[in-house]
């Protein structure tokens, strides 16, 4: 399954940057940022020179010893890594499906290459094919999965310790996850800026709504200059909170459930060696992924697991939808009916809020057109 709603591939810059939440200074954020890159060499020449042995912490390597692990209490930092297969079942078109993904549909836009729609450079001088399918694919018109309500009822149950999510939807916030949950590597519709690096006023996620369906390209008020939603283009760095937050949650992760990926996109693949080597890994995929030479995904390239070989000790791999994987894993733990009951709850309030609106919206173009009614001039007797 292909990364949708993910962005295309961006180099890891190391920047100085804001501490994360839980550091209470800048000093113990250095010294444990040190104690992450130490780890990381350790594990790098163990494994490679063959030193030391990983515990292994699942009793079986199958859904179900994942579901038992959990059960056990002893998870409570689970890290998601998600991207395009966890929406499509909402209606979300990924980037690479053949036939159906996205760069397969914009011939419509006479595009030079179908990459270039979130490419900079281009978008700066022709914006008109970015938001032409922006207005095709904007959140708002879509209800968050099976499998984004399961994240939220780990969050709930006190198990999530961070969602990763290479998506742009915005499905993740209109589940319930909130901001502190949430590392939106490629970047999100929720918030836009003016591309000008002297002015670079905020837009929200109504004002850019209102630009795009008016079919208008969306232009600064206080500049001129283009407004862009914050998604990470070809061209642009991840966001700084990316890089920080990383470095505190993966050696903390004591579960990695990754989900609807295809672990292609760097540097957001190689989050997945960056767990510690007890560290058990559930893929839940329409397709293996992240297989590698566990060289590779040592030095943050990305794959690594392994889910076959005689030497497989940690690495899950449920090949099926998402909804069908977390519905199969909600069942094992005893929350399949909660999980249920949650998706119905909120799909019928976010139908009931439409419903609203959409009924605002024609109380006020009937409003308009009985105030021009009320307003007509009276025909001359030549139009009588």
Known sequence: ????????????????????????????GEEAAGDTEMDFLRNLFSSTLGLGSADKVLDELTLDGVAQYIKSGKCKNII?????????????????????????NLLKYNLPYPEAIFQIDYFKKHPEPFFALAKELYPGQFKPTICHYFMKLLKDKGHLRRCYTQNIDTLERVAGLEGDDLIEAHGTFYTSHCVSFSCRKEYDLDWMRDQIFSEDVPRCDKCSSLVKP????????????????????????????????????????????RVSKSCPRLLINMEMAGQADPLFGLLGFGGGMDFE??????????????????????ELLGWKEELEELV????????????????????????????????APEPTKEEE
């Open 344 to 375: 119905k709850q909120e799909h019928a309030k976010i139908d009931s809020q439409d419903k609203k609106e959409k009924a605002g919206e024609s109380k006020g173009e009937s409003a308009e057109v009985s105030s021009a009614a009320s307003v």
């Open 230 to 273: 914050d998604i990470v283009f070809f061209g642009e760095s991840l966001p700084v909170r990316f890089f920080t937050s990383m470095k505190m949650d993966f050696p903390r992760c004591d579960l990695l459930l990754i989900m609807g990926t295809s672990l292609q996109v760097q540097p957001f693949a190689g989050l997945v060696g």
């Open 1 to 28: 399954m292909s990364d949708a709603a993910a962005l295309p591939k961006e180099e890891e810059e190391e920047e100085a940057t804001p501490e994360p939440e839980d550091q209470s200074d800048d000093s113990s």
């Open 309 to 330: 070989s005689d030497k497989a000790y940690r690495d899950v791999a449920h090949i099926s939808t998402c909804d069908d994987g977390c519905l199969a894993l909600a």
């Open 80 to 104: 998601c890594m998600v991207g395009a297969g966890i929406s499509t079942s909402a209606g979300i078109p990924d980037f690479r499906s053949p036939g159906t993904g996205l760069y397969a």
